[in-house]
């Protein structure tokens, strides 16, 4: 850990505790009010940027590399098949590494590719309100918000369908490690890591004999320049694929609809302009983004906000306080599914922005038109379920919910789902 210089010491703090990972705009809010640009992380020693403007000018400063394994070693977990994970993906590299394998998924992640998962997420989110109807009481991600975008991912790469529920246990347990880890959860981090690099590694082995028209046959003929994906780095990506493939989007649908629930009004709205649903799901991202913050290391010496910044240092950028930064737009806590410029950085900015961002939209827009459409009411089944903590995924405990089908319900319309 860096030694703090005397501008950190006397930043205001935000600990990453429960209080933040459950209620991370009240943790934040009183230092906007105070007209704060920065915090520190007590329990990393770091500095975290909560601005609109630092924030989305950080994320495009080439002064800031990706994290790499840098969070977790920070944290005393330098081993273990989770990290190694970590020090081979995409999203935690910088170039040249990161440029080489975004170009190669780039090139398999063709628009032909893109263009035959909208009638599919469309049948697929169908089959589930149709099965959710027939029960009246469902568990929102059980049935439906992790569902969907897992077997969307899982059709794209061909996965037997066998096989969802047990891809679906492993990015739950993976997602334990966004925070800070105990050792107990590292152990069961880095099982589920074994668990999806065994299965990748069959899979592939698999469809080098039998290839098909999927993205993974495509990622295994994948060349570019003569640079082919190495074994390893092809595991990483497949295991990339399936794990942020359908986690955020999950949250995205849980937090979009926990939302709507809590303005009735706007819900109300929604219901009666369904056209208004590709702005909405833009509004839904601004006010509870489904990652709450995103970690960086400074390349160099430098000072960012009036902060000093030692080279090596880790610094977050805090997604959620960005997008309700006052300074960025007018009225940042009210949430209006009709606001005219609803911009956020929840994909986040420069080059790592999400390259899966227009599945994610397509997805959530095809999710919200099919659940306002098949259900003339949706409420809370019981108690208003309770944010989770110790974890930088913004997700619900539990959702909790109880469905009326629509009666006389026309063929479904399609307006919505297309590309961003």
Not at 245 to 251: F, L, S
Not at 334 to 360: E, K, Q, T, Y
Not at 390 to 406: C, G, H, M, Q, S
Request: aromatic share 8%.
């Amino acid at each position: 850990m860096s030694s703090e210089s005397s501008a950190q010491k006397n930043l205001p703090e935000l600990p990453f505790d429960d209080r933040y990972f459950r209620s991370p705009h009240a943790a934040v809010a009183p230092l906007l009010a105070a007209g704060a640009r920065a915090a520190r992380v007590p329990e990393l020693g770091t500095t975290i940027f909560f601005r609109h403007a630092d924030v989305a000018a950080l994320l495009q400063d080439g002064r800031f590399g990706a994290m790499n394994a840098h969070y977790y070693e920070q944290q005393g977990w330098s081993e273990g098949l989770y990290v190694d994970w970590v020090r081979r993906t995409l999203v935690f590299l910088d170039p040249p590494d990161h440029d080489r394998l975004r170009a190669l998924l780039a090139r398999a992640f063709t628009p032909r590719q893109v263009s035959r998962i909208t009638p599919v997420t469309r049948e697929i989110a169908e089959t589930l309100a149709e099965a959710a109807a027939q029960r009246g009481e469902i568990d929102l991600y059980e049935s439906f918000a992790q569902k969907l975008p897992l077997q969307v991912i899982c059709s794209l790469l061909a996965i037997p369908s066998i096989d969802f529920d047990a891809v679906g246990e492993w990015t739950a347990d993976l997602s334990l490690a966004t925070a800070t880890p105990t050792p107990a959860v590292r152990l069961q981090v880095d099982q589920a890591m074994k668990n999806f690099d065994d299965y990748a590694r069959r899979l592939i082995a698999e469809r080098r004999l039998r290839p098909g028209d999927d993205l993974l046959s495509a990622l295994i003929a994948v060349e570019a320049s003569g640079d082919r994906l190495s074994p390893d780095e092809l595991v990483a990506m497949v295991v990339q694929l399936l794990y942020a493939g359908h986690e955020t989007t999950r949250n995205l649908i849980g937090n979009g609809l926990f939302t709507l629930l809590d303005h009735p009004e706007q819900l109300a709205h929604l219901r009666q302009t369904p056209d208004q649903i590709p702005n909405a799901v833009e509004e839904m991202l601004r006010y509870e983004p489904p990652i709450l913050f995103l970690t960086r290391v400074a390349r160099e010496d430098l000072e960012w906000a009036g902060v000093p910044i030692a080279a090596g240092e880790l610094v977050h950028v805090d997604l959620a306080a960005a997008n309700r930064d006052p300074a960025a737009r007018p009225d940042p806590l009210r949430f209006d599914v009709a606001r005219a410029d609803p911009h956020h950085l929840s994909f986040g900015w420069g080059m790592h922005f999400c390259m899966g961002a227009s599945v994610a939209r397509m997805e959530a827009r095809v999710a919200f038109a099919t659940l306002l459409e098949r259900f003339a009411s949706i409420e809370h089944a019981g108690e208003r379920p309770a944010w989770a903590p110790a974890t930088a995924l913004r997700t619900l405990e539990d959702f909790p919910l109880r469905l009326v089908p629509a009666p006389n319900r026309p063929q479904p319309s399609r307006p919505a789902a297309g590309p961003s």
